[in-house]
């Protein structure tokens, strides 16, 4: 289903209601998800989105007839029961998917190994690899899928309990002896933005369990497709939406949110508002901080996502681009990942020829380098040039002759993504997903104010499309619960 571009457009000035029963700020998945299912109500909802397009990150942009994904690349349980179908099944949106089998691939200095889409697949190519540690690796998987399931029962549990203060490192510390399995089992950590001796053990287990369990899928006819089916579900249902429209302020006084005000200076009330945006513009800039100061300084503290770079190649006629496989590209030779970088190259037209001009294909690329790398740059004219170069001579290692078929060139730094989004210094998955920052540590969705709500990436349970589908339904099922 290819949503013709016209159908993406504001609803009419004329047409708007005086006041909504909800504002969501931000056409992130989060937001228009949220807004979805609080529109199928019959009540009257608003979504407010300062981008020309609905979808945050899960958007793409076109060039010279090749259609780019700007940021994600595939997402996790769109299968019948993963929570992506059972959302689009709730709300009867239709949208088709390619699964992607093999999941992924790893490419490390001195070897590389493919991540099949199954976990029991998985399971036993790992176990003829490394068979003396047979068992552990069993032992593992058994208990990455118990904890999986935890993170889905809210009520307090043993599993949740043991590994909620554990880095990923120390959980595989705590199975595996082998250096090259922990290195191997965690080649994947960019999914999530932070090395295993840093990131949570339970947000890796629910990004790899979520793939590797319910599966990874990229939607027929790219990222943007994805966005539009719930924005177009969100239409039918009756909802409003304003593009190109920047939330200045969040009208409200200590205990209570009155509506929304726009950059131009109108004020349009709500009896209730959710943000789908960066927390810190949520409430530093929309609430200009009228909160409790122990509040605001929790949130002074907390620590946002790695952001990334992005190279964006059209590839012209006859290039063969076999021997460059989808996945991570490591510089790491061990399993500590210190100082570690990698690229992530896929090739998206090898899954959906449609994107690109018949018989051209698309590279598209995210860079990963350290923050601490980004944080003095001034001239990013400069570093994207190099950005570009860089990235092809690493990509020309695989392809030796491919710059001769490059037709388009486009890339994208961390201030390109804040600049889209608003998220600050682009980070791509709201907080980092750090052991004090994850499950009932990151931000929930109430807030200090009665009828401000938050979803998307800066709050519960994450980051990635899934994790965002979940915490927009989430959302919704509270406000749902409070209307009835
Ligand atoms: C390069 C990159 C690659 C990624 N790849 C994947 C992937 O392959 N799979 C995956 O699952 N996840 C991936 N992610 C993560 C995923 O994209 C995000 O976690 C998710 O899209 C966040 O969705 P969201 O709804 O929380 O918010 P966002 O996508 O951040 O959307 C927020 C929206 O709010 C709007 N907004 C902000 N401020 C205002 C304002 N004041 N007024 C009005 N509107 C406003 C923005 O314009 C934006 O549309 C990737 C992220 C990046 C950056």
């Known amino acids: 289903m290819i949503l013709p571009s016209r159908c993406i457009q504001s609803t009419k000035k004329d047409a708007l209601y005086p006041s909504y029963d909800a504002i969501v700020i931000g056409a992130g998945v989060a937001g228009l998800v949220c807004g979805a299912f609080l529109a199928k109500t019959g009540k009257k909802v608003l979504i407010i989105e300062q981008h020309s397009i609905p979808g945050g990150y899960c958007t793409s942009f076109k060039r010279k007839g090749f259609n780019f994904d700007a940021a994600v690349h595939h997402i996790g349980g769109c299968g019948k029961w993963g929570i992506v179908g059972r959302c689009f099944k709730t709300l009867a949106i239709e949208m088709a998917f390619y ?14 190994i493919e991540i099949p889409a199954d976990l029991d697949e998985y399971t036993i190519r790992l176990q003829d690899r490394f068979p003396l540690e047979k068992s552990n690796i069993k032992n593992f998987f058994q208990e990455f899928v118990k904890l999986y399931r935890a993170t889905f029962n809210h009520e307090k549990s043993q599993i949740i309990d043991k590994y909620k203060n554990m880095t990923y490192r120390d959980m595989l510390d705590t199975f595996f002896f082998n250096d090259e399995i922990k290195m191997i089992l965690s080649g994947q950590w960019g999914y999530i933005g932070l090395p295993p001796a840093q990131a949570s053990a339970i947000g890796m287990c629910q990004m790899m369990i979520n793939y590797l369990k319910d599966g990874a899928f990229f939607p027929v006819g790219g990222t943007q497709e ?7 579900k969100f239409i039918d249902f009756g909802g409003h939406i ?19 005000k ?7 009330p709500a009896k209730l508002v959710v943000s789908n945006i960066d927390v810190r513009q949520t409430f530093f800039e929309l609430l200009d901080g009228k909160l409790e100061t122990s509040f605001l300084s929790s949130i002074e503290e907390m620590r946002e996502s790695c952001s990334f770079s992005l190279l964006y190649l059209g590839i012209g006629k006859g290039a063969d ?41 698309i590279i598209s690329v995210v860079v990963y380098l350290m923050k601490e790398k980004y944080k003095d740059i001034t001239n990013w004219k400069s570093f994207k040039e190099s950005l570009i170069a860089d990235t092809i001579n690493r990509i020309e290692k695989y392809l030796p002759d491919i710059k001769k078929y490059i037709e388009v060139i486009e890339a994208a730094t961390p201030k390109t993504l804040e600049r889209y989004t608003l998220n600050t210094d682009g980070a791509a998955y709201g907080w980092e997903v750090s052991v004090d920052q994850i499950g009932d540590n990151r931000l929930p969705q109430q807030t200090p104010i009665e009828n401000l709500y938050l979803t998307g990436h800066w709050t519960r349970p994450g980051p990635g499309i ?10 919704a099922n509270l406000i749902m619960e409070k209307w009835r």
């Not at 593009?243 to 929304?260: F, H, P, Q, T």
């Not at 510089?331 to 018989?359: F, G, H, K, M, N």
């Open 321 to 361: 681009l076999r021997k460059l496989k989808r996945g991570f590209y490591h510089t790491a030779t061990d399993a500590s990942y210190r100082d570690a970088e990698w690229l992530y190259v896929s090739i998206p037209t090898s899954i959906c020829p449609t994107l690109a001009p018949q018989d051209k294909q």
């Open 466 to 475: 899934c994790a965002v589908v979940s915490s927009g339904w989430g959302v």
């Open 242 to 260: 304003m593009l190109s429209c920047k939330a200045e302020k969040i009208l409200s006084d200590a205990k209570n949110a009155r509506g929304v």
């Open 226 to 232: 994805f966005a539009n089916a719930i924005f177009k």
């Open 99 to 112: 699964p992607l089998d093999p999941m992924d691939h790893l490419i490390f200095p001195n070897f590389s």
């Open 262 to 268: 726009l950059q131009g200076g109108r004020e349009i």
